[in-house]
């Protein structure tokens, strides 16, 4: 591995040992951004594996719509250029804190993407039917919410019903964002398995 890819795992490492021992609260944002072909924007840390929307933590004093549009212009160099619109918000309980996320959804943008290398090892537009197989836990059940309308409550993963959000979003066709003011927004519970 090299020390470009050495430095963020080690930093990430020692933020989850910090975490297990605290257990604070996070509050974080993800987006979702698509082309004009429909294509979906994915970003791959390279400090964790698998392929996520592109989001972060919310700093001291920052609103959550705010941190959306930073965190999309730090990660992938491009910016927001309409309001950013809720689209739901996700809760994980478990041993080591608790984190609470919110999806955006960036309809308006500009610019090439341009991934901060430190942190981004690749970022690109996926086609709804050319999702890559290694696809973060999360981020393949609100891609399922989103684009398919399925329901993120499901046995042996510890996740809890979405609410009625879900069928709004199916509503709305495949492939397809929710009409402004129409999507979804719903709360899940995820519990982290005893052990």
Avoid: C, N
């Avoid at 090299?2 to 020692?14: I, M, S």
């Avoid at 698509?34 to 979906?40: E, I, L, N, P, Y």
């Avoid at 999360?138 to 510890?158: F, V």
């Amino acid at each position: 591995m090299t020390t470009r890819r050495l430095v963020p795992r080690y930093l990430f490492l020692a933020r989850r040992t910090w975490l297990r021992l605290r257990k604070p609260t996070t509050l974080g944002v993800r987006l979702l951004v698509r082309d004009h072909d429909g294509g979906v924007l994915l970003v791959h840390h390279t400090y964790i594996p698998g392929w996520h929307f592109p989001g972060g933590a919310v700093d001291r004093g920052e609103s959550l719509p705010a941190a959306a549009a930073r965190e999309l212009r730090e990660e992938v160099g491009l910016r927001a250029t309409g309001r950013v619109r809720l689209v739901s918000t996700h809760a994980r309980f478990g041993a080591w804190g608790h984190d609470y996320v919110t999806l955006f959804a960036a309809d308006q943008w500009e610019g090439t993407l341009a991934p901060d290398r430190f942190e981004i090892a690749a970022a690109r537009f996926f086609r709804p039917d050319e999702l890559p197989e290694d696809l973060s836990r999360a981020t393949r059940r609100r891609l399922g919410e989103l684009l398919w309308g399925r329901r993120s409550g499901r046995s042996g993963e510890g996740s809890r019903g979405v609410g009625t959000g879900i069928r709004k979003a199916a509503r709305d066709g495949p492939h397809r964002f929710p009409r402004e003011g129409g999507g979804p927004q719903f709360l899940t519970r995820r519990r982290s398995p005893k052990g």
